[in-house]
């Protein structure tokens, strides 16, 4: 697995992602499949409580990190320990990756920022580190005009692990609005942002 992983970090450097930049179809308007349903192979949702319509996706990705790394809280621990805000800023406003970083931190954890594709997967691949991920809701076009659309409000998933299945390069992600999925890496990357946070002990 550690030479296959190490490969298609290589080949994911090489052509590095533009996340959505240049895509020129409307395959991904407001009301057409979510990203998570998309190449997507879904199983039953069987821990935590799904976030609904509140915008707490980012606390309930910290949340998961510190139960996959053994540290378990309620999500207002989690919040509690998440800085600069409180439940009501979070109901408002959500959370940024720098906030989530800080909450892993204050939770007891290592972590750090990333950037880009491949170095997601050489964290969840190789390192075996699960990772938080910006991603959009829709996937991103170009209007007529040349301009990048980018549909729907930005969401946190978490990346727990890398897998090949049907001969392509996966990742199997949590999701905070209810569902665990794998998903084919070249899916994940058209409606990845191009941020991340990786935790560890």
């Not at 970090?9 to 409307?26: C, F, M």
């Not at 007529?144 to 897998?163: D, K, N």
Request: net charge negative.
């Amino acid at each position: 697995m550690a030479n296959q992983a190490e490969d298609i970090v290589a080949a994911l450097k090489a052509v590095e992602s533009n996340y959505g930049i240049g895509i020129k179809s409307n395959a991904g308007l407001p009301g057409l499949p979510k990203f998570y349903n998309e190449g997507a192979e879904v199983y039953p949702f069987k821990w935590g409580q799904p976030q609904g319509n509140a915008p707490v996706c980012g606390a309930a990705c910290v949340q998961r990190v510190a139960h996959v790394l053994t540290v378990d809280k309620d999500i207002f621990e989690v919040i509690d320990a998440i800085p600069r805000t409180d439940m009501q800023d979070i109901l408002k406003n959500g959370v940024d990756m720098q906030q989530m970083r800080e909450g892993l931190e204050e939770l007891g954890l290592q972590s750090r920022m990333g950037q880009g594709l491949a170095d997601l997967y050489k964290e969840v691949a190789i390192n075996r580190q699960p990772v938080i991920a910006g991603v959009r809701q829709f996937n991103a076009y170009q209007d007529e005009a040349g301009q990048l659309v980018q549909p729907g409000m930005p969401h946190a998933i978490v990346v727990e692990s890398a897998e090949v299945r049907h001969n392509m390069p996966g990742l199997n992600i949590y999701d905070p609005v209810g569902k665990f999925y794998w998903q084919p890496l070249k899916t994940f990357e058209r409606f990845f942002k191009g941020d991340f946070v990786t935790a560890s002990q």
